[in-house]
């Protein structure tokens, strides 16, 4: 009897010390104010970890928002504010066909015309583009990788995406250029581990959801 009840309470305290690590989640602190993002760990394991690198490096910490379309989606992560293209790693896989979907509040890879040329700029929907949407291997199909989703800070992607915009950059080449520019001051990884209690129940996982287009310069 004694036995069996230490057993139990051996495996009670062990239960109790478990800890449960949720779906990643990174803090932008921007000049409007802060977004957290909850990254989709096993629907985009690559762009995820690809992120993630930027971030941990501090690569992000100085961007802007260079590109904001109000009814369309903001984009970042890849210019300095007076406009200096930041040096970036080897592109990665086109992860569009994970069954994520580019709804309000969606957090994605920005590409060029190449499917599979993500490196380091994002862009936040601003509203439902389902155009965006993953339609098939073909590089009219492809789409553009959700990897994430706004979970706070929705009403400050809400003001970015209203802020005054006009041509910028080096000779005013670049179109949809906040007027102010708006900057992430730094991005990030925020400590998501915690105890597991006896009763405690599973975080769901980012579910499937059922902007010319997000690319880069």
Known sequence: MHKRFSLLAAAVLGLASTTIIADTQVRLDTSMGPITLELADKQAPKSVENFLTYVRD??????????????????????????????????????????????????????????????????????????????????QGWGYAVFGKVIDGMEVVDKIRQTPTGSGGPGGRFSDVPVTPIVIESATVLDRSKPASLDAEPEPALAPATPSEPSKE
């Open 58 to 139: 501090g690569f992000y910490n100085g961007t802007i928002f260079h590109r904001v379309i109000d009814g369309f989606m903001i984009q970042g992560g890849g210019f300095t504010a007076d406009f200096q293209q930041k040096p970036t790693r080897a592109p990665i896989p086109n992860e569009a066909d994970n069954g994520l979907k580019n709804r309000r509040g969606a957090v994605a890879m920005a590409r060029t015309g190449d499917p599979n040329s993500a490196t380091a700029q994002f862009f936040i929907n601003v509203k439902d583009n389902t155009f965006l949407d993953h339609r098939g291997p073909t590089p």
